[in-house]
C-alpha cells in the first residue's frame, strides 16, 4: 500500500467501516447486511488519508447517480479534461 499523493509507503491503517449511508446508495439495500469493512489509511509522510477500498466506475456512477442535475454536469466538465465542452 502506498500513499496516492506522494507515494510513501508510510502508511498506517485502521479499520472501519462504510456509512450505512453509502452501501444502501451504492451496493443497494439487501447489501446493508454484509460486511463492508474498509481499512482508512493515513499517510504519516504528507497526512493523506483515504480508503483502501476504491468504488469501480459502476459504483460511482451509482453514487452520483442523484446528482446528475445540469449542475453536476457542468461540474464535471469543468473538472475533466477530455470531456468536449457542448
Ligand atoms: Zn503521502
Not at 469493512?37 to 469501480?56: A, G, Q
Request: charged share 35%; proline share 1%.
Amino acid at each position: 500500500m502506498e500513499c496516492l499523493v506522494c507515494g510513501s509507503s508510510k502508511i498506517s491503517m485502521r479499520k472501519t467501516k462504510i456509512s450505512d449511508f453509502l452501501v444502501e446508495k451504492v451496493f443497494g439495500k439487501e447489501d446493508l447486511d454484509k460486511n463492508h469493512d474498509v481499512n482508512l489509511c493515513h499517510c504519516e509522510e504528507c497526512s493523506f488519508s483515504f480508503y483502501d477500498r476504491r468504488l469501480t466506475e459502476e459504483e460511482s456512477e451509482r453514487l452520483y447517480d442523484g446528482y446528475r442535475g445540469t449542475e453536476y454536469q457542468k461540474m464535471r466538465e469543468n473538472m475533466t479534461v477530455g470531456i468536449p465542452r457542448k
